[in-house]
């Protein structure tokens, strides 16, 4: 008795050695994962701080300009454009910068000086980014080791080259839905259970189905919730995210190319089709009652973007590419110097099995690599195309590239083993040397000098504003006692419309500005006669210039609405100087324009409209004594 005792007592310590040892183990990852959440979160800061270029408008116009109005109410001067008007777009993605404004306004202090309060709200979309970009790369890097082994070089890869690859350098840091709807689909991917795709033979022949419980812990089945929640809030954000999830569940249906036995027995495929509806319908609930608040209205955004943007094809409206632009231009761009890998690991995933991974791991890379196809094949067919519509596919083609990147430019047989720098073996070092030049180049001069200049207009014009008005710096209070200043149009665009930011930049609601819009022909059929001679203001003012002036200040109105500084690239130099000239139809404003701000634009653009630097002169129409530094 006395040695059974002993025995069972030593098996009991040998157990809670064991225990306590892999509770050690798991505490040093945990500690780990968050001193890198901690270095990522600093990389993309810096990251943030250093992008101060333009790239396109809807880094503001789907985000910051109602989420301006949403935290400084309709007299705020922000600009919604034309698919908040039909409410083409969710309220949720707005609604974080709001918050970030919110936090701002009423923390930052009453008595906070209006200029510094303008920087702070310069800079608060910029912190909560850079979170999102930061969840991005996390949970890339995430995912490639639970594929590929924690610490593993291939997971390592996946991390460097998310945070070297240009691209990210230059958009995952700026407030584009699409840079939230790729931390959301990293996210999901990542708490998605791949075992749903088939797991391993489990030794019972005369079964197609797996054993091995998928959802046996309420852990296993919250992972899966969160994973249906993110994917359905990027679903709700844009409509085209539906793709992913769509290739991802009739893989695991039809079970095509998977290897492997199937755990969707009855119990699972109930558990997982009562999850989809009960996750889907609390997203869909809560979306609906965020919208109606927001538009005051019932509605449903998804559904009204798909109408105008595929039924009416108004998306043509603002350019079309050739079918084949995501492969010949949309990869390279996103991809940059890794594309070569990311090709050939969308290729090897065809025939996996032979690379030596689990099953679970084979048949996620086929589905990643599904995604990736159905993806691009089915946005291919819309007419107008974008790169950053394929930017959720990002965190995918790292995933499938870093097997080959790590194999090729290091000497390690197992990519999926756990390896220290020392031993790496680098090898090409002169070849990775030059990637890494080159993407230093491309990130660096996009992010740092190309069309900088619409982001510095902005700075100069609210330096002046704060210069010139001291006393109509408020945020909420514009109403003023002085007539001649509520007359006033302190600034005038003469660009191709939403070349620059708007009231997140501007800050002051005070500071009148008018620019050219380019609303679309919404009431127009698709090829339709009407559509195609439709010309927005934009057109028109760039096919008629000095004809489009007169309209805008005509003779027989009373208090002409003149700028106090007119901006436009130095195109339209000619035009303007021509119009106000003593000769010309506007000599009867008595303005002799003056040069008081310009800027270099980049070396390449892609609308001549935009090309040369971007100049602001000023009118003297309001005060004849400004002083002029050229």
């Given amino acids: 008795m006395g040695s059974g005792k002993k025995s069972n007592s030593g098996a009991s310590n040998a157990t809670i050695t064991r225990s306590s040892s892999k509770t050690h183990v798991a505490s040093k990852a945990a500690i780990k994962a968050q001193e890198a959440l901690a270095v990522i979160f600093a990389f993309r800061l810096i990251n943030a701080l250093c992008v101060r270029t333009f790239f396109q408008p809807d880094e503001y116009f789907q985000a910051l300009e109602p989420a301006w109005r949403m935290a400084f109410g309709g007299n705020s001067g922000a600009w919604l454009t034309w698919e908040w008007e039909h409410q083409l777009r969710s309220s949720v993605h707005p609604a974080v910068f709001a918050f970030g404004y919110y936090v701002v306004q009423n923390f930052g202090g009453s008595n906070m000086a209006p200029q510094v309060m303008a920087k702070l709200l310069l800079v608060a ?64 991917l990542y708490y998605f259970p791949w075992k749903l795709l088939g797991t391993e033979d489990d030794g019972i022949a005369e079964s197609q189905y797996s054993t091995i419980p998928i959802f046996e812990t309420w852990s296993q089945i919250n992972s899966f919730r969160l994973s249906l929640i993110l994917a359905a809030f990027a679903v709700l954000l844009r409509p085209t995210n539906l793709l992913i999830w769509l290739a991802i569940g009739s893989l695991a249906l039809t079970r095509l190319t998977l290897g492997g036995k199937s755990p969707l027995t009855r119990t699972n495929l109930l558990i997982a089709y009562r999850e989809v509806f009960l996750c889907g319908s609390l997203v869909l609930g809560l979306s609906l009652l965020a919208d109606r608040q927001y538009y005051g209205e019932w509605t449903f955004p998804p559904l009204t973007f798909l109408q105008f943007n595929v039924g009416k094809d108004l998306a043509a409206f603002y350019g079309q590419n050739d079918w084949h632009y995501y492969l010949s231009q949309g990869i390279t761009l996103s991809c940059t110097t890794v594309t070569p890998f990311v090709l050939q690991g969308l290729y090897k995933s065809l025939d996996v099995e ?115 008005h001291p006393k109509h710096l408020s945020l909420t209070n514009t109403i003023t006692d002085d007539l001649d200043f509520e007359q006033e149009l302190f600034a005038l665009f003469l660009t191709p419309c939403h070349a620059t930011p708007w009231r997140s930049h501007l800050i002051y609601p005070a500071l009148r500005a008018r620019a050219l819009t380019c609303e679309p022909p919404i009431d127009t059929e698709p090829h339709s006669l009407r559509r195609r001679v439709y010309m927005d203001e934009t057109r028109q003012f760039y096919v008629d210039k000095i004809g489009f002036l007169q309209e805008l200040w005509p003779r027989d109105r009373p208090g002409e609405d003149m700028a106090r500084f007119i901006i436009g690239y130095e195109g339209i130099n000619s035009t303007l100087h021509e119009y106000f000239d003593w000769s010309g139809p506007g000599a009867r404003h008595k303005i002799q324009l003056k040069e008081v701000w310009s800027s270099w634009n980049g070396l390449f653009t892609d609308d001549d409209r935009k090309a040369g630097r971007l100049v602001v002169w000023a009118t003297e129409f309001y005060d004849k004594a400004y002083p002029i530094e050229p």
């Avoid at 997971?155 to 958009?171: C, D, F, G, I, K």
């Avoid at 067919?381 to 995933?399: A, C, D, G, N, Q």
């Avoid at 000497?411 to 390896?419: E, G, L, N, P, R």
């Fill in 125 to 188: 979309p910029k912190v909560l980014q850079t979170g999102f970009a930061t969840l991005s790369d996390w949970y890339s890097w995430r995912l490639a080791e639970k594929l590929y082994g924690r610490g593993s070089a291939a997971a390592w890869s996946v991390l460097l080259t998310t945070l070297l690859n240009p691209w990210q350098w230059y958009t995952s840091t700026r407030t584009f839905s699409n840079c939230f709807e790729t931390t959301l689909t990293a996210t999901a």
């Fill in 354 to 468: 032979r690379s030596g991974w689990s099953v679970t791991t084979s048949n996620t890379l086929k589905a990643l690599s599904f995604v990736v196809a159905t993806t691009i094949a089915s946005l291919s067919l819309v007419s107008h195309k974008e790169v950053r519509f394929i930017t959720p596919l990002i965190p995918v083609f790292h995933v499938l590239a870093a097997p080959y990147i790590t194999s090729f430019f290091t000497s390690i047989a197992d990519v999926t083993a756990t390896v220290s720098t020392p031993n790496l073996g680098w090898k090409r070092t002169p070849l990775l040397a030059t990637g890494l030049l080159v993407n230093a180049i491309i990130g660096g001069y996009l992010s740092y000098f190309h069309a900088a200049a619409p982001i510095q207009v902005m700075d100069f014009l609210r330096s002046e504003f704060e210069r010139i």
